[in-house]
């Protein structure tokens, strides 16, 4: 199953935001967490919150444990 999360309007360069979305890309959603909490970029706390909503989503709709979810895609767009 597959679960997905937008955010838009983000005031931050998507160069900069693919820096850390390239950090957790193809990790489970524990480990990316880790990651995103000792990373000391301004965009890891906005992707953090993303990661938070895209798996709160998925157990809503299937119930399973998280830690059988990892991030199979993940990418940052211009706006």
Not at 35 to 53: E, Q, R, W
Request: hydrophobic letters at 50%.
């Amino acid at each position: 199953m597959i679960s997905k999360a937008i955010i838009k309007k983000v005031s931050i360069a998507p160069r900069k935001a693919r820096l850390v979305v390239d950090l957790i890309r193809g990790k489970e959603i524990k480990v990316a967490k880790a990651i995103l909490m000792f990373t000391p970029k301004s965009a890891s706390s906005i992707v953090l919150k993303l990661l938070n909503s895209a798996e709160a989503n998925l157990a809503q709709n299937i119930n399973l444990k998280s830690n059988d979810f990892y991030i199979s895609e993940v990418y940052v767009n211009e706006g």
